[in-house]
Each structure stands twice: as structure tokens, then as C-alpha cells.
């Protein structure tokens, strides 16, 4: 792991969506001085408090450095004939569809390109999901229902660059810092006004213009009014609805029967009408505006018309595509939008391709795939239901910690014990996930950030390199590699035979150009042919990078969208109520979200002091109201209770909540708390369209201890 003091190495920060750039020196220690990049554009030499403080999450602690079959520390060659072995066992004995993958975010997309292609196009399993189904996969399906592809059609200076930014469920303060930091300069520079739309009075809605707590589950019903209020005051873009549109009567239609005017809007997000009254007027005035729409959005039963609903609003004033105006979906995880790219979603095959019988094709051509998949695979939360059903017989994990994170985490770990082979390619020998285990438990110890090399996408679709600086540790390889060692084991070592994370990325790019006439919004022609010496120097990038013609850093700008008519389509969207209403027994809804200095699950920004200082306790907000009757004080244990599990946190007294809520951070485990996995306690019902589970808004009761 030590590696001799060296010169700055050009990175990129593993943590949230921004995607900032990271210089990491080398101490020689095997750890690193980390400042910020100055000459990447999604940060400029900015870090937050977890990037400034990644040096101190390096350290060997707790590490998984050798693989272990069944807790017994083991060989490679007999770690990876395990795994081999027994897929072709499963595979013979039930047909490929009883293995499942489940990724992540935090997968470098060279590791996703070669794990999905392996699953889809060799072994013949379409169920392969990622963490990614919890964080933006509502967004995907909104994009994909309005524009006919999962593009983002805005980029990170828009935000400098508007005039009024509309922050929908999204605590960006803390959960995207250096893009809030963006907000806050265009404040300073331009007036820009802030409008912060959220049931929890957060960071960022203490310093908006603007703050709108309106009630959970109700964006649906702000932004219907919204439209109902941008037609009937004549604030509509008549040319640009009728050139590069359809769909907008119906739209309208269903926004006014669900809000039709200010006073119906106020009535059903419990906003005041004044309130109400002023944000209408503020973006039908403002031709410059960003809608930026994150976890409250997607994280949702009904996420993906909510982020239709937004989208809605851009498209009736043609506000998208230029500068300073768009709906832009902020992505949670570092390399999310390097899953879509590659097809790491259930719903999709590779390059933002999807089951057309073309598309299964083209793709079956290009990968020379023997078992290429014809459809569809199970998501996240259908893909856990059927190991409890035992359909599914093996699970590999690659990076996540689903135990945790998971909707319905007990009922999920209690599962895994079925399975007939659970493997977990990991940085971290004490995760929940894989402190877990099934009939045959195999874990691989994979390389972590500043070990591993490749690349990852942020949420304006720029493509940053990660670099190593630090040595492999123990026996830890790279994810792609783990996954190419067992392919070749499968017998298809020809297809797997990349000399390392240029040979993948240039496949990759290859195939996002392969046929591709334009109607593919995701082209990486442009680096399809690219040598190792320069994809290790590449800077960062946007796609698209078409082999002719240039880039683009926004699109639809010119009206022309990825659907066969080259028209975006508004979408008549529904307002129902929360998925679980509440109850006598189950009084109160929980909310759940992120902490300002921690990262999903902890594994690394846990081993910071620094870091855990802000939040040391797994806590929960209760509003005093609510905390009154009970006898609850702030500091209190409090123990909160849902249909599915329970959970022990200390109370935070405050009227951020609305009367009636509670909110509590999921990160807390079994690895770092007694009895504080949030994730047990979420039901998670899917959103129809997208699959992603409602986190938000489950029904709980909670009691002193
Ligand atoms: Fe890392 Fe996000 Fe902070 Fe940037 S804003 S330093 S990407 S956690």
C-alpha cells in the first residue's frame, strides 16, 4: 500500500454526483495531502468537508485484503473457481435467470461495462440492478418518458448562470456542497433568487429566498398548478410548444384537475397561498431558471411523474437546453450516470440501448454474446423479493452494502442464508453485507479509491478519470479484473481478454458508436480509438463526443429530442396520496435522508474523526409537538417502530420537521450502531414506472426508551 512520495496525481472525489476534482499526493505513508483540482470545471479547486478530508479514510484498517469462502481465508484460484463453479452449477441446474447482480455507484465504469456485459450478454441473466435503482432511476425514467432518452440536457454552469434556481427535494447544501457553493456565488454575482421546495426546513432551505415546506408526497400537485398557473396567465412558449412538442393539452388537462389554480395548489401541499402565489410569479417571470430535483423527488412511489411534472413547466416555456435554464436532475452517487452509460440498470442493456429487437441485436453482434438477453431483469426491490421466494439462487454484490441501504434490510439479510451462493466483491471486511451469509459465502477483496484506475460520470455528464496513487493492499484486485477472471473461468476468455481500463473504455466507446446515426443521444465515438497514453492523460470531458462533429455541453437547445419525431412529450402525470397512509398504531411519517459528513454506509468517512464529529449519534428529528405529548426531550432515546422493523436513535428536538414527520439518516449499520439501521424500518413500495422504492414517507410510531 506504501507508495513513495510523489507528485500530485489528478483524481476525482468517490463521494456525491458533483464529480470534483481531487489532487492526491502521496505521503509515502500510504496515505495522501488532498486538495482540491483547480483546473476541474466541476469544482475549480473547491472541496467539501468529505473530499478535503479523504486522506484520512486511507488507512488499511478494516480492510478485506485476501479472498475468504465460507470465513476461511483461501486463494484466489480457489476463491474464483468457487464462484465460477457454482454459477455454472446454478445456471445448469435452474436456467441463468436464478443469478442476480446487484452494483453500484461506486463502481468505475470500466468495472460496471464488464460486470454488466458478462451477466447480459454471457451468462444470460437479465437481473442486474445497482444501488443506482435508489438514487436516480425515477429521474432515468422521467428523462427517457419526456425526451426519449436518459439525457441531461443542462450542465453545471447554469447554475452560475440563471437567474432563479428552483432546488426541489434536495438538500444541497450538504449533499451537493460545491454546487451550492455555485448558487450561492451566482447569488452574489447576478441576485439570483433561491426557491428550496421541501417538507424539511434543511441547511438549503434556511437560505433560500424563498422556502416552501409543503407536505410530503405533493410536488406532483406544486408543479401541476405551476402549469395550470403558467397557461392561464399567458406565460407559455406557444412557438416552442407547437415546433418541439406534443402531448400538452392532455398534460394540462390532468395538471388542472389536479390543481388548478393558486388556491387548489395551497390547499393540496399545505402551503399558504401567498407563498404559493409568489413562486408562480417568480418563474413565470424569469426566463433564466433551473429546476434542480434530487432525492425528495425520486425517492418516491410516485418519483417519476414528479420529475415529469417539473420537466413539464421547462417544456410549456421552452426552458431547457440553454443557458441558465433547464430541469437538472442531480445525481447522489459518483458514478451513477456511468451505470446508465453502460446499461448497469435492469431496464436497459448497454449504451443507453435498451430491448428493441434491433437494439438486443446490435448489441449480441458487437459483445459476439452467446446468452445475449431478450428483456427486462427484476429491480432492486423486485430482485430481493424473489431471494426471499428463493428464485433467485445466486447473488453476486459488487461495492455496496445493501444490508444496510435496502428498504426492508432484516427480512433482506435473513434472506441471503437461501442462497446458494452469495459473493460480495469488497473493499471492507466488516460491512454489513458482508458480515452476511448464504449457504456458500465467498468474499473477494477489491481495490478502493486511490487503488483502482478508471473512470467515472457526474451529473452534467462529465467523464473524470479516476487515477491510483496508492499500491494494491494484501491481495485486493481491480473490480473488472475480479469479473474477467471469472469469465474466463466460464470459457470466454477471447471476450474478456482486456489488458486493462483503456481496452475496456475504448470497447465501451465503441460500442455506444456502433450504428449509431445520431438517434443515440450516448456517443463516445470520439474516443472509441483512444491509446492508453492518452486515456490516462484524458481531461475531463462531456458526452457526447461523436467521432464527427463536436460535443455538446447542453442539449435539445435546438428543439430536436431522442423520440422518433424528434418532439418532446409532456406527460399527463397523477397526484395520488402516499403510497402507506398513516394510522392509529403507525401515527407518524418517516423521512429519511443524508447527513452533511458521511457517506452511505459509512465504510469510509467513518474512519474519520473529523467526519463523525458533526453527527456522532444516529439520531432522529421530531417536531415539538409531536415530542411533547410523549415526553420526548432532545438527547432522549427514542425508539421508532414501522411495520418492518424498529430502530433505536437519540432525539433531536426541532420544528425543521413538519408536525406529524420524523426525519433519520440512514447510515448507521450493525458495523457502527447497536440498533440504528434505518433502512430497516422503510417498506420501500416502487414507483410504478422506474421501480425505485419510496424512502421518504413510511408510517411510524415512536416512544421514549
Ligand atoms: Fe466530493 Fe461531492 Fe464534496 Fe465534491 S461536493 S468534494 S464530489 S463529496
Redesign the pocket.
Known amino acids: 500500500h506504501v507508495q513513495a512520495p510523489a507528485a500530485p496525481v489528478k483524481t476525482t472525489?468517490p463521494?456525491?454526483g458533483?464529480?470534483?476534482g481531487v489532487l492526491a499526493t502521496p505521503d509515502g505513508q500510504g496515505g495522501a495531502e488532498i486538495a482540491g483540482d483547480t483546473g476541474h470545471p466541476a469544482?475549480f479547486g473547491r472541496?467539501?468537508s468529505?473530499?478535503s478530508a479523504l486522506g484520512e479514510t486511507l488507512s488499511l484498517d478494516k480492510r478485506l485484503l485476501h479472498p475468504q469462502v465460507d470465513g476461511a481465508r483461501t486463494s484466489w484460484e480457489s476463491a474464483l473457481g468457487t464462484v465460477a463453479g457454482s454459477l455454472r452449477r446454478i445456471a445448469e441446474q435452474h436456467g441463468p435467470d436464478a443469478i442476480a447482480f446487484y452494483l453500484s455507484g461506486q463502481l468505475l465504469t470500466e468495472d460496471y461495462y464488464v460486470a454488466n456485459k458478462l451477466a447480459k450478454g454471457f451468462l444470460g441473466t437479465p437481473h442486474v440492478d445497482t444501488n443506482s435503482r435508489l438514487c436516480m432511476s425515477s429521474a432515468v425514467a422521467a428523462h427517457r418518458r419526456a425526451f426519449g432518452s436518459d439525457t441531461v440536457p443542462g450542465c453545471y454552469e447554469d447554475l452560475d448562470e440563471a437567474d432563479l434556481i428552483v432546488l426541489v427535494g434536495s438538500n444541497t447544501a450538504w449533499c451537493?456542497?460545491?454546487l451550492f457553493r455555485r448558487m450561492v456565488d451566482a447569488r452574489a454575482k447576478r441576485g439570483t433568487k433561491l426557491v428550496v421546495i421541501d417538507p424539511r426546513r434543511t441547511q438549503t432551505g434556511e437560505e433560500a429566498d424563498l422556502f416552501l415546506g409543503l407536505k410530503p408526497g405533493t410536488d406532483t400537485a406544486l408543479f401541476s398548478g405551476l402549469l395550470a398557473h403558467l397557461a392561464s396567465t399567458g406565460s407559455l412558449d406557444y412557438r416552442f410548444v407547437l415546433d418541439h412538442t406534443s402531448g400538452l393539452d392532455g398534460a394540462l388537462e390532468r395538471a388542472r384537475a389536479i390543481a388548478p389554480n393558486v388556491a387548489a395548489t395551497a390547499a393540496a401541499t399545505g402551503l399558504s397561498e401567498a407563498d404559493v402565489a409568489r413562486f408562480f410569479e417568480l418563474f413565470a417571470r424569469t426566463k433564466r431558471v433551473v429546476t434542480a430535483f434530487s432525492q425528495g423527488v425520486n425517492q418516491s412511489a410516485q418519483g417519476t411523474d414528479k420529475g415529469n411534472a417539473i420537466i413539464n413547466c421547462h417544456l410549456a416555456t421552452g426552458r431547457i437546453g440553454l443557458p441558465g435554464a433547464g430541469p437538472f436532475s442531480l445525481t447522489g452517487q459518483?458514478n451513477a450516470m456511468g451505470g446508465r452509460e453502460v446499461g448497469g440498470l435492469a431496464n436497459m442493456l448497454a449504451a443507453h440501448m435498451h430491448f428493441a429487437p434491433e437494439e438486443v441485436d446490435r448489441v449480441r453482434r458487437f459483445w459476439g454474446a452467446p446468452n445475449i438477453i431478450t428483456g427486462e431483469g427484476m429491480k432492486a426491490v423486485a430482485l430481493f423479493e424473489a431471494i426471499e421466494r428463493g428464485k433467485i439462487k445466486a447473488l453476486w454484490v459488487m461495492g455496496t452494502n445493501p444490508i444496510v441501504s435496502m428498504p426492508r434490510a432484516n427480512q433482506i439479510r435473513e434472506s441471503l442464508k437461501g442462497l446458494d451462493l452469495y459473493v460480495v466483491s469488497e473493499a471492507v471486511a466488516d460491512s454489513d453485507s458482508a458480515r452476511a451469509t448464504g449457504k456458500k459465502t465467498v468474499l473477494l477483496p477489491a481495490l478502493a479509491w486511490g487503488e483502482k484506475d478508471g473512470t467515472v460520470t457526474n451529473s452534467e455528464r462529465r467523464i473524470s478519470r479516476q487515477r491510483s496513487f496508492l499500491k494494491a493492499p494484501g491481495e485486493a484486485r481491480a473490480d473488472w479484473q475480479i469479473i474477467a477472471d471469472v469469465a474466463k473461468r466460464l470459457g470466454h476468455a477471447q471476450a474478456f481478454a482486456y489488458s486493462g481500463t483503456a481496452a475496456i473504455f475504448r470497447e465501451h466507446a465503441a460500442l455506444s458508436a456502433f450504428e449509431n446515426n445520431g438517434s443515440r443521444d450516448f456517443d463516445l465515438g470520439g474516443m472509441s480509438e483512444i491509446a492508453d497514453a492518452t486515456y490516462a492523460a484524458t481531461p475531463p470531458l462531456q458526452w457526447p463526443l461523436p467521432k464527427r462533429g463536436k460535443g455538446k455541453t447542453r442539449l435539445f437547445a435546438d428543439g430536436q429530442f431522442y423520440t422518433f419525431d424528434k418532439r418532446a412529450r409532456f406527460v399527463a402525470v397523477q397526484a395520488p396520496a402516499l403510497a402507506q397512509g398513516v394510522s392509529e398504531a403507525y401515527p407518524l411519517v418517516l423521512n429519511t435522508g443524508r447527513v452533511r459528513d458521511h457517506w452511505h454506509t459509512m465504510t469510509r468517512t467513518g474512519k474519520s474523526q473529523r467526519l463523525s464529529a458533526h453527527r456522532a449519534v444516529p439520531f432522529v428529528e421530531v417536531h415539538p409537538d409531536d415530542a411533547a405529548p410523549l415526553g420526548l426531550k432532545e438527547g432522549d432515546l427514542a425508539r421508532i417502530a414501522t411495520p418492518h422493523g424498529t430502530a433505536t436513535l437519540e432525539t433531536m428536538v426541532t420544528d425543521a420537521v413538519r408536525p406529524g414527520n420524523l426525519f433519520a439518516a440512514f447510515h448507521w449499520s450493525a458495523a457502527t450502531a447497536s440498533d440504528a439501521r434505518v433502512g430497516a424500518l422503510v417498506r420501500g413500495v416502487p414507483d410504478p414506472v422506474s421501480g425505485q422504492p419510496e424512502l421518504k414517507a413510511t408510517p411510524a410510531a415512536i416512544a421514549a426508551v
Open positions: 472525489c463521494y456525491c458533483v464529480g470534483c469544482n472541496l467539501c468529505k473530499g451537493h456542497p460545491i459518483p
